[in-house]
């Protein structure tokens, strides 16, 4: 998509956000709903219905694998975030344990185990490994669908890396969520909408502890979870920015 040399009017560019979960964008999500009015869906407002169903509406967003996305993705403005692997797993087993344990089976199993125990169930639990096991990964790789019945074991791991940079560099912008206030304004800029000198943190879980702050055997767990996805977000920091570069200068190849 040719980049906006003047700002659009706020709610009239067609956008798709590949929301992947606790990646942060919510904040953004939040902005968008105000100025897109009813043209506008997010989260499970899509869940059951075709993609051809969604054509019209403006914004689209959600936790919406690249399988279901790619006819939406045409001819509009799509961007997403990715987010330092361990982290957003961390983020998500605090979050998941702090909410309503009847909302959702993965709220379920955060209350009820504690961070070993739960990322033990990320190997081989199928719900724990469907939000944590590469997650980054899998959605921009395929992602769960009710289009078809495929699910992460019907991949080899080397396709789903190869299939996820692919789907990556199909992206207007992909930013990060350690970066998300300077990445989030390209974006803002080509939606039309205002710039904001802090984006507000929505479902944020506060002094949690990162990382670097896990025991060993807890690091270890992270380590094997994240693999695939670790290379992703290297490559997106560091190969993507490059090949795009090269794409824009006239010698892009494949």
Known sequence: MALFRNRPLPGTVKAFFLHIQKTAGTSLVHLARQYYGESFTSHGEYWGKDPGQLRDIGFISGHIGYHFARPLMQDRYTFTFLRDPAERILSLYYFSKARDPGEFEIYKMARELDLHGFLEAGLSDPCAKMHIWNNQVW???????????????????????????????????????????????????????????????????????GAAEQSPAVRDLLDRLTGLDRQLYDYARTELPELRRAKRGGWWRW
């Not at 396709?159 to 930013?175: N, T």
């Open 139 to 209: 959605q921009l790789a395929h992602g769960y669908t009710h289009l078809d019945d495929r699910t992460v074991g019907d991949f080899g791991e080397a396709e789903l890396l190869r299939l996820a940079k692919e789907h990556l560099g199909e992206f207007s912008q992909v930013g990060f969520t350690e970066t998300f206030v300077a990445d989030s304004a390209p974006v803002l800029k080509a939606l039309g909408l205002p710039r904001m000198k802090e984006m507000p943190k929505l479902n944020a879980t506060p002094g949690r502890p």
